[in-house]
């Protein structure tokens, strides 16, 4: 009986082997095949729009801002870029803006701080708000702070002083005086501690164009640590490398002071396509993402031609970037003089969510109001783009 049962259960083994050697394969396979696709899952998807100057006329009002973020909660955004620094003066009361001597700032209507009265309305509906230092660098040449302060002001090799760009005829503080360092890291580190911002945004004016650093303190700043005067070909490899790395030391010890005050603090950057950026601005901002000091990137891909707009997003840096933090493209929904078409703005939308990537929108009052087409069409067309909510980790 003994010898009957064992074979009886020495054959049923036999046949279970097999089965069993099979069972653990797949369940192999299962498990490996895991990893990959939760990596391969998007990092969350950036939704957000910049409020300029403007859209003052709203950012001024109690309630044209709970219509907007009301809006912008329907429509399924998640993130609120408004300006804080533009033109030389700030959007909030500033101790530092006042010890350099510029007492002015923009009020509300009722003269509430209008930073705080959109943060707090953002938040209720669940929005992120982060803060933009729009201007960066570059101020008016006669605005109070250039004028009351023009050993802070760098120059070209013929010692003229502005460029001239969309945003007019500007002069640009020196990224590599102490002063201004010091100034711009005061305005920051104030925003960080006195409101209840996400984070904090740069653009492609915490930059230098390449033509600049021929002033007195940079060139004997050049001339200390190289041994030699600046070359007079601002495109000279070394010459730029030096302007670059010392913007880059900059932002390296802004990230250090925001991230001591507000570890979770968003450290934004929204530049220009990365050839253009470092050649010709100064900007290497793929450093940053590698030296780990930004946490989401969104690049300025300003164009009408679809095909030149996905080649920009296809760029290498992207695909980098992308991989490490949150990353998103900026599109134009428009300006005062020349609007944009919702299907334009709906192409460049799907192309670079087709790339993993998200987008925000330059800028508020164009989604809507500056186009020949209804603003009921308009907003039919985002939330068609966005039917669903895209909650950000820290959202509230």
Known sequence: MDSKLFYVKDALLKKLLPLLFLSSIVFCLLLNSLAPVAAQQPREEIRGVWMTSNDFNILKSRVKVNDAVLLLRRMNFNTIYPVVWNSGYTKYPSNAARRAGIPFFYRGEQGQD???????????????????????????????????????????????????????????????????????????????????????????????????????????????????????????????????????????????????????????????????????????????????????????VYRNNLQSFVANINREEMQETQKKIPTAVGIMAGLRNKPVSMQQIQSQVKASRQNNLGVCFFYYESLWNRSQESKRYRQAGFQAMFPAPAFRSAMR
């Not at 070909?233 to 302007?243: L, Q, T």
């Open 114 to 300: 209008i930073l705080a009265d959109l943060i707090s309305q953002a938040h209720r509906k669940h929005l992120m708000v982060i803060p933009w230092f729009e201007f960066g660098f570059m101020i008016p040449q006669s605005s109070e702070l250039a004028l009351k302060h023009p050993d802070w002001l760098t120059q070209k090799q013929d010692g003229s002083q502005t460029t001239i760009g969309v945003a007019g005829e500007n002069a640009w503080l020196n990224p590599f005086h102490p002063q201004v360092q010091k100034f711009v890291s005061e305005l920051v580190t104030e925003v960080i501690t006195q409101y209840d911002a996400d984070g904090i945004q740069f653009d492609d004016h915490m930059s230098l164009p390449r033509e600049f650093g021929y002033d007195k303190y940079t060139v004997a700043l050049y001339r200390q640590e190289t041994g030699h005067n600046p070359p007079d070909n601002p495109d000279d490899r070394d010459w730029v490398r030096w302007r670059a790395d010392k913007i880059s030391e900059f932002m390296i010890k802004l990230n250090h002071a925001v991230k001591t005050r507000k570890p979770d603090a968003i450290f934004s950057v929204s530049p220009n396509y990365y050839d253009f950026a470092y050649k010709l601005h100064l900007q290497d901002w793929l450093k940053w993402v590698r030296e780990d000091i930004v946490d989401e990137l969104i690049v300025q």
